[in-house]
């Protein structure tokens, strides 16, 4: 496994009762790399976050991990897509979920305090969650999901019930724990969760990804090659899987060609595996900052 990624899916599927709501997906998070994943609902956005999380089992396929936690594990950070309106205030539940992931009392009550101030959470004393809006629920979301300073963080739906101030903070937010080195993957129906934070696009639909695209503020001074190629009839699933090789830029299917944009550095070994796997190269070419 390239030492920068920190987890990867291969050909990765999900059946629930008989009915496929993700087919083999095939996707990589690098540390510090994020991810906005869209799709309408019903798509699988969340069902790709929970097998990212480990959260549901993988019916075929497979997940690999590796982070800086015990025995390499990888420190995950889970925020669903809504909170249930619980019989605890904010800090009374926070402190629950801190103890649930091994943190000492004075560290719990120093990270949500941190956190809490963060979100701009103004917690009256002794209110019960069940009584908070949703967007106050979903701030005291974003609080849970960060007390174990994650190495990944998913987010599913996080702008729901936020306000535009709200949002706009979140993103800040996120651009703040990018640099940090924090990697991100972000699912939401929305396009304004595709901000200035986000690197990647990763469009799914029909459980199916349909396209990875950088975004244009990833893209600005860097160089690629594009790769065009036909693949034979019925390996269509195969085209798409090669859209998560280390050094993808973007992937897009016209017609009857599969487009890859990639890394220079990467692009020999793509081609190679591309031919050996049965595609026949079209053409290559080199170009840099908005990739047409």
């Known amino acids: 496994m390239n030492p920068d990624v920190i987890l990867r899916l291969v050909q990765a599927s999900k059946q629930y009762k008989g009915k496929?709501?993700?087919?083999?997906?095939?996707?990589?998070?690098?540390?510090?790399?994020?991810?906005?994943?869209?799709?309408?609902?019903?798509?699988?956005?969340?069902?790709l976050l929970k097998m990212?999380?480990?959260?549901?089992?993988?019916?075929?396929?497979?997940?690999?991990?590796?982070?800086?936690?015990?025995?390499?594990?990888?420190?995950?950070?889970?925020?669903?897509?809504?909170?249930?309106?619980?019989?605890?205030?904010?800090?009374?539940?926070?402190?629950?979920?801190?103890?649930?992931?091994?943190?000492?009392?004075?560290?719990?009550?120093?990270r949500i305090e941190e956190l809490l101030q963060l979100v701009d959470l103004r917690d009256r004393t002794g209110q019960q969650m069940r009584f908070f809006s949703k967007g106050m629920l979903q701030k005291v979301n974003l609080?849970?999901?960060?007390?174990?300073?994650?190495?990944?963080?998913?987010?599913?739906?996080?702008?729901?019930?936020?306000?535009?101030?709200?949002?706009?903070?979140?993103a800040s937010m996120l651009l703040s724990l990018k640099q940090k080195g924090t990697a991100i993957v972000a699912a939401s129906h929305e396009k304004a969760m595709i901000g200035p934070w986000a690197e990647r696009v990763v469009?799914?639909?029909?459980?199916?990804?349909?396209?990875?695209?950088?975004?244009?503020?990833?893209?600005?001074?860097?160089?690629?090659?594009?790769?065009?190629?036909?693949?034979?009839?019925g390996r269509g699933e195969v085209a798409k899987a090669f859209a998560s090789w280390p050094g993808i830029m973007q992937?897009?299917?016209?017609?009857?060609?599969a487009v890859y944009w990639i890394e220079p550095a990467s692009s020999d070994a793509l081609l190679r595996e591309l031919l050996e796997a049965g595609a026949s190269v079209d053409s290559v070419t080199i170009g840099s900052g908005r990739m047409v």
Not at 251 to 257: A, D, G, I, N, Q
């Open 52 to 110: 990212m999380a480990g959260l549901s089992a993988l019916s075929s396929g497979k997940r690999e991990t590796i982070g800086s936690g015990e025995g390499g594990s990888l420190v995950i950070g889970y925020a669903p897509d809504h909170l249930p309106k619980l019989k605890f205030t904010a800090r009374e539940y926070l402190n629950h979920m801190g103890a649930l992931r091994g943190l000492e009392a004075a560290t719990r009550t120093r």
């Open 251 to 257: 992937y897009r299917k016209e017609r009857r060609h």
């Open 143 to 170: 609080v849970q999901a960060l007390l174990g300073d994650p190495e990944l963080l998913l987010l599913d739906e996080p702008i729901g019930g936020l306000d535009e101030e709200a949002q706009g903070a979140l």
């Open 20 to 47: 496929t709501v993700l087919n083999r997906i095939s996707l990589e998070m690098s540390r510090g790399e994020t991810v906005a994943v869209t799709g309408p609902n019903g798509s699988g956005k969340s069902t």
């Open 203 to 233: 469009t799914i639909s029909e459980g199916r990804i349909q396209s990875i695209a950088a975004t244009a503020d990833a893209m600005v001074g860097k160089r690629w090659r594009r790769i065009v190629c036909q693949w034979p009839e």
